[in-house]
């Protein structure tokens, strides 16, 4: 299985980045410099339209979303006992969902929907 995490430093790509680390899990880096809008590029878009990391790559297929990011690769390297099982499993869903959706909007700066929209001239 081949895993290229879509990552750029200071952003929320250190997320899988530490747990595909803690999994012990095989995997290549590549290097998005969102300063340089290449998270515009077509071949990032491709994989991505909604232009964001971070993106797990898993055997040619792209799987963006930290909260899916996280339980896949839990579920795919059990013995690093990254989620607990049972009724446990969900809270700890719960809980990435609430620093998906409660925490990290506001550590990023306000953007308007504008933002969304691929910068002129990449
Ligand atoms: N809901 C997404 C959030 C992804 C996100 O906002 N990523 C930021 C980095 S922390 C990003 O790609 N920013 C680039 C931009 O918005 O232009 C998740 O949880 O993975």
């Known amino acids: 299985m081949k895993l290229t995490l879509m990552y750029a430093p200071v952003s929320c790509a250190l997320v899988p980045y530490v747990a595909l680390t ?34 797990l790559v898993i055997d040619g297929r792209p799987l963006t979303e930290n909260v899916a990011i996280q339980i896949w690769i839990a579920r795919h390297f059990p013995h690093a006992g990254l989620m607990p099982s049972g009724t446990e499993e969900f809270q700890a869903i719960e809980w990435l969902a609430w620093f998906a959706s409660g925490v990290h909007p506001h550590l990023t700066p306000p953007q308007p929907p504008t933002a969304l929209l691929r910068p002129a001239g990449v």
């Open 22 to 55: 803690e999994a012990g899990a095989a995997f290549e880096v590549q290097a998005i410099d969102h300063t340089r809008a290449e998270h515009f590029r077509d071949e990032f878009l491709a994989l991505n339209p909604k232009a964001k990391l971070p993106m």
